[in-house]
């Protein structure tokens, strides 16, 4: 049976040592791990086990970046967000677009 520090469970999935802590909860420490001196050594079945939690399959859980591009699909475009910005302006203004937004945006 081989053993794995956090380290290199890390480096083997492109993860940073604080990702792949964060994936191990208390089950998973009592299940997968044992304590050598201060390092912590992961099974090979705790290995396979963080695999499935990285790629998002633990628990029906989507990954980060699936997450991430859902939440970028339900906002706004920022230049809508901008024109918006600028009708509020253009009517604050009386119709004209001054200082820094005229500026930033052009004035007319």
Do not use: H
Request: hydrophobic share 30%; glycine share 10%.
């Amino acid at each position: 049976m081989s053993l794995k520090t956090i380290r290199e469970v890390a480096e083997q999935q492109s993860v940073s040592k604080q990702t792949i802590r964060k994936k191990m909860d208390d089950g998973f420490r009592r299940d997968y791990v044992s304590k050598e001196g201060n390092k912590l050594l992961i099974s090979e079945a705790g290995v396979a086990e963080l695999v499935k939690r990285l790629s998002g399959v633990e628990d029906g859980t989507e990954n980060r970046n699936s997450q991430t591009q859902t939440a970028n699909a339900t906002c706004k475009p920022q230049s809508q967000t901008a024109n918006q910005a600028e009708k509020v302006v253009t009517q604050q203004v009386g119709g004209k677009r001054s200082g820094w937004f005229a500026r930033l945006f052009g004035g007319k």
